[in-house]
């Protein structure tokens, strides 16, 4: 008889992970949920009431189960600075996940989220969580899957996350099914909501080009569009008009149905006609049974299945954790590259270089590699990964670092999938995605001694040749060179880390007029001006002020402010808005955001690529700040395009100097005092910030 594995379902929402496991054979054990509504149409489909807040409920009061489920909220971490994973995670919903998980230890966690998380933070809050789920004892992997690739017509990407104690998920083992198209799940007979013809444009047949996502837009309301910048003749593409006008064929896919509308907002054109989907078609798009149970009001409704889960996506996550690791004979714990380094992580921090079984020249070799790896990161990471390999291959020559080498292994795979990610995690110096993509080591050549690829400086090569070298030919001990890397790396790191002095512990109440000759001299220091990291002190100074004036002006009551993103990225590749983002705190949507320019003249290109970034969004106001300000000859352009984007969006754009607002808005405030201990504080944390900047900072009040 085949044994039937419990789960638990937390932050269960209306119980769309629910349908997907038992429709598998699981038994619910449990669930919790705090919404109301939720909470009425998870008793009326699953006859129980679920659990209320979990941050509220005992671990040892949860039944045991096999299999934890949870579609976590999306919330930023403690930035501690300490990398301490777990830790990390205080005062999040996660931290509840994290706790039962460790009471219950249940053999395989199911967690989802939306897209986002993997760039939440600069990508540190996957990162915490992945390492999180390391230190529990659990093999980590995750992967963007979309509902479309499922049998459904709703293009929809979440990252599901699954974390088992004995081997690693393999996501390719996924059975995907052909596309379907939205046409095969519309109802036909049913109280329709159609537009008039005159209150919607189609596009010209000779534009309607199917997308990639499924996704066939053929139309637009016939409400205000994005004009500026917009060359003549493509007003019909869609990145013109906000979403909620836009019109999809259903023919083809449709867009993710949001969970911030309250009234089904996308349009469907079907039949030679224009009309809103109907409740009934959002929940079967989503994957739910035709009997599923709906409650009022119908706008709670359209927010339940908005913010629920791809029923036939979750199942096929289900089949597979019961293929791949609750069935399987072999309960042998299966190692990853993640645990090598983790491993040699915490032997670093809890042991010296005397305590290895080295000579002074293994310790210059490894030494010279990490006093050079801010400067290069790819040896440092390639490194890291040849050792890793080693450890966990014994028999792999570590030195033929591609597949297509006869006898090689891909090491950028490993590196993209395990290194760069935990070096990350750590605070140690890592790549983007992988040291592979650096030029000079990525030739298909080994990394023997006639290596071709030129590594400078010189002797860096040369270090790096000799240490692989010395373990493929002298088979010399690859865990020892690592944990010697970690350690000198963990020594690099505390150099690299300056404490920075609170001038207000030498004189309280320090005038504006001060306060702000001490930005600008830390803004434009003649030493430091180019050090890489100088354009991110003014957004520092304001994100301080900000967090001075959420807490003190009317205006920002019922915000809150974001917090600061990455330096190292666009916008437009984050998903950020503006270097600095305030929210409204009940809708999560942005209310208003400012993005900083150092020494860059603000012009009407400027203006436009703003718009471009926000012109999706509800924001009220855009500031863009120039420590020079606003272009002489732009000047005309750039008001008349501020004038076009109010009368359009509604968003005020606000161009202005940098260093006049900073003044302006410390007058505004009652207490200067917080925003110095705001600034030294994040200055202290930001690990854009160089310790040229910080040293400078502290020479100013010496």
Not at 312 to 338: C, F, G, N, W
Not at 520 to 529: D, G, L, V
């Amino acid at each position: 008889m085949e044994r039937t594995f419990r789960f638990i379902d937390l932050f269960a929402g209306i119980g769309g992970m629910r349908l997907a496991f038992e429709r598998n054979g699981y038994e619910c054990v449990f669930s919790s949920e705090w919404d109301k509504h939720a909470r009425e149409m998870y008793e009326l489909n699953h006859n129980e009431v679920p659990a209320g807040d979990i941050t509220q409920i005992s671990a040892a009061d949860i039944p045991d189960h096999e299999v934890l489920l949870a579609g976590f909220p999306c919330q930023p971490f403690s930035i501690s600075g300490k990398k301490e994973g777990f830790a990390d995670t205080r005062g999040t919903l996660f931290f509840d996940v994290l706790r039962i998980a460790e009471e219950k230890k249940p053999e395989v966690l199911v967690l989802e989220n939306v897209k986002h998380l993997i760039h939440h933070d600069n990508g540190r809050t996957l990162q915490v969580i992945i390492r999180s789920l390391m230190q529990l004892g659990y093999k980590v992997s995750w992967k963007l899957l979309n509902g479309k690739d499922f049998g459904l017509p709703q293009n929809r990407e979440r990252i599901i996350i699954v974390a088992s104690k004995i081997i690693e998920f393999e996501f390719d083992l996924l059975s995907y099914k052909e596309p379907v198209i939205l046409e095969d799940f519309l109802e036909t007979d049913a109280e329709f909501e159609f537009l008039d013809p005159t209150e919607y444009t189609l596009i010209p047949e000779g534009y309607v080009k199917k997308q990639a996502s499924g996704l066939i837009f053929v139309g637009y309301r016939n409400k205000k569009i994005r004009v500026a910048g917009v060359r003549e003749g493509t007003e019909h593409l869609s990145r013109v008009h906000k979403q909620p006008n836009r019109i999809y064929s259903a023919k083809g896919t449709h867009p993710t149905l949001p969970s911030q509308e309250t009234s089904g907002r996308y349009f469907i054109y079907h039949n030679n006609r224009v009309r809103k989907l109907t409740l009934k078609e959002c929940y079967s798009i989503m994957g739910f049974p035709s009997d599923f149970k709906l409650t009022e009001p119908i706008g709670e409704c359209y927010k339940r299945v908005g913010n629920s889960v791809c029923v036939p996506m979750i199942e096929e996550i289900a089949r597979q954790v019961k293929l791949q690791i609750l069935s399987r004979e072999d309960k042998k714990v299966v190692k990853t590259h993640y645990d090598i380094l983790e491993e040699a992580y915490q032997f670093a921090q809890q042991n010296s270089l005397e305590d290895l079984n080295l000579n002074p020249e293994d310790i210059e070799l490894l030494t010279g590699i990490v006093e050079q790896s801010e400067k290069r990161k790819g040896v440092y990471s390639v490194l890291v990964t040849s050792l890793a390999h080693k450890i966990l291959n014994p028999h792999q020559d570590i030195r033929l670092h591609q597949s297509n080498m006869e006898g090689g292994y891909s090491g950028r795979t490993v590196d993209t999938k395990y290194v760069t990610p935990f070096l990350k995690s750590v605070g140690f110096p890592a790549m983007k995605e992988s040291g592979w993509l650096t030029r000079s080591l990525e030739q298909n050549s080994p990394y023997d001694k006639d290596f071709p690829g030129k590594i400078t400086p010189v002797i860096l090569k040369e270090f790096f040749l000799e240490i692989l070298d010395k373990v493929e030919t002298f088979s010399e001990d690859p865990l020892a060179y690592l944990q010697a890397l970690f350690i000198l790396s963990l020594q690099e790191q505390g150099t690299r880390e300056v404490t920075i002095i609170n001038p207000i512990e030498k004189e309280s109440n320090i005038p504006i007029r001060t306060i702000m000759s001490y930005l600008i001299e830390h803004f434009n220091t003649n030493n430091y001006s180019k050090v890489a990291g100088a354009s991110r002190l003014p957004v520092i100074a304001l994100y301080s002020v900000y967090q001075c004036m959420i807490d003190e002006l009317k205006r920002f009551n019922g915000k809150s402010l974001r917090p600061l993103g990455s330096h190292n990225s666009a916008d437009m590749r984050s998903g950020a808005v503006g270097d600095i983002e305030i929210e409204d705190t009940a809708t999560g949507e942005i209310y208003e955001a400012v993005e900083v320019k150092h020494g860059i003249f603000i012009d009407s290109i400027m203006i436009n690529d703003a718009f471009a970034k926000f012109s999706n969004t509800s924001i009220q106001r855009y500031y863009i700040l120039s420590s020079v300000g606003i272009e002489g000859s732009e000047k005309d352009a750039v008001s008349s395009l501020v004038d076009k984007i109010e009368d359009e969006h509604g968003c005020q754009v606000i161009p202005n100097g940098l260093i006049h607002t900073l003044n302006y808005y410390l007058r505004l405030i009652e207490d200067t005092d917080k925003f110095l201990e705001y600034y030294v504080e994040n200055l202290s944390k930001d690990e854009t910030i160089k310790k040229e900047h910080k040293n400078y900072w502290n020479k100013m009040f010496e």
